[in-house]
């Protein structure tokens, strides 16, 4: 598995989330199931039917840009967020309960329950049938998984993007089950990005998948 050479470097990080956050995007993630970050996360959080209030475990946060959204459509949601990365921690966009530490780690407390547990576009970076396994074991009865990314890429997407998208097979393997997106939108991508990097991105298969057994 290749991990993408940013994150070894915090300083790097930092200054490339900040590039993107000074580019208007707060959500990290490729497509988008609406044409903006805002009805996006809106259809998104329509979708999971989420008791009232909600307690929101999210893996691999990024910024928390989709989650400070559903934070403002329904201010009773709590967050904790998990990033392996303090500078984005840092710049996070929505008030939670901040975890440094690899999402693969990350350990829940016995006192603490989740309604929903999110990943999004994370699982390239780990190892993605493991993290799936992890994530079940942190639900409790009632808990919903949400999984958001692109799928079944090959030498494009990871030669590429550094990342190694995971498959359609492991999510069914796993008891998850897609849910169908009317239409998807290409997350405007950065000016002055190469024309390989958005061949990459635009040969990307998105989907969203939930865990409700």
């Known amino acids: 598995m290749k991990t993408h050479p940013l994150y070894a470097d915090e300083a790097l990080v930092r200054q490339e989330t900040q590039r993107h956050l000074d580019a208007g995007l707060t959500t990290f993630q490729l497509w988008l199931t609406q044409p903006t970050e805002r009805l ?37 949601l709590r967050f ?6 303090q500078a984005q921690l840092d710049l996070s966009m929505c ?40 994530a079940i074991s942190l639900r409790t009865p009632g808990t919903t998984i949400l ?16 990342y190694d998208a995971p498959r359609s097979a492991d999510m069914l393997e796993a008891g998850f089950e897609q849910v169908e997106v009317p239409g998807w939108h ?5 000016a002055g990005e190469t024309a390989l990097v958005q061949a990459a ?3 990307t298969k998105p989907a969203m998948w939930v865990y409700r057994a």
């Not at 959080?45 to 959204?69: I, K």
């Not at 904790?80 to 990365?85: A, D, F, G, P, Q």
């Not at 008030?95 to 407390?109: F, M, N, Q, S, T």
């Not at 958001?148 to 590429?160: N, S």
């Open 95 to 134: 008030p939670g309960r901040k975890v440094c530490c690899d999402a693969l780690e990350y350990d829940r407390p016995p006192y603490l329950w989740f309604d929903l547990i999110v990943m999004a576009y994370m699982l390239g970076h780990v190892d993605a049938p493991a993290m799936l396994r992890h």
């Open 80 to 85: 904790t967020l998990v990033n392996i990365s």
């Open 40 to 76: 996006h996360a809106s259809w998104v959080l329509g979708q999971l039917d989420l008791p009232d209030p909600t307690r929101v475990l999210s893996l691999g946060c990024g910024v928390a840009g989709m989650e400070d959204l559903w934070r403002n459509e329904q201010p009773d």
């Open 147 to 162: 999984v958001l990314d692109i799928f079944d890429g090959g030498p494009l997407v990871e030669g590429v993007l550094h």
């Open 201 to 203: 991105v635009a040969a």
């Open 186 to 190: 290409l997350h405007a991508p950065l």
